[in-house]
């Protein structure tokens, strides 16, 4: 299984970025797959989840701005992110679990539980 992520950049306040992440390796059946973020000093936050079904959970904080969707036709997952702020700032990652123990689960919360990642792809609001 491989993720790639793209489409981190410098954006101004205000502004709007979408990430992608691009999976091989495996089909999308029954499966959980999710967007996390890290800024320097602080810990892994989770800010989406969605599952093979098109299910999806949001971190409260987070989803009036964030939109996390799936195209299973293009093997991408994405992550929509407007009206961006300063404190959005961090390297975002996506993650991925086949296991059917985590797709059950997966929109019940953000634990930090995938069995893949990707290498990162930063977003700086500035």
């Not at 970025?17 to 989770?46: D, H, I, V």
């Amino acid at each position: 299984v491989q993720l790639v992520e793209s489409g981190g950049e410098l954006v101004q306040p205000g502004g709007s970025l979408r990430l992608s992440c691009a999976a091989s390796g495996y089909t999308y059946n029954r499966n959980c797959m999710a967007w996390f973020r890290q800024a320097p000093g602080k810990a892994r936050e989770g800010i989406a989840v969605i599952d093979s079904d098109g299910d999806t959970a949001y971190a409260e904080s987070m989803k009036d701005r964030f939109t996390i969707s799936l195209d299973k036709a293009k093997n991408t997952l994405y992550l929509q992110m407007n009206s961006l702020k300063a404190e959005d700032s961090a390297m975002y990652y996506c993650a991925a679990d086949l296991r059917w123990s985590k797709w059950i689960r997966c929109t019940a919360g953000l634990a930090d539980d995938f069995g893949y990642w990707g290498q990162g792809t930063q977003v700086t609001v500035s």
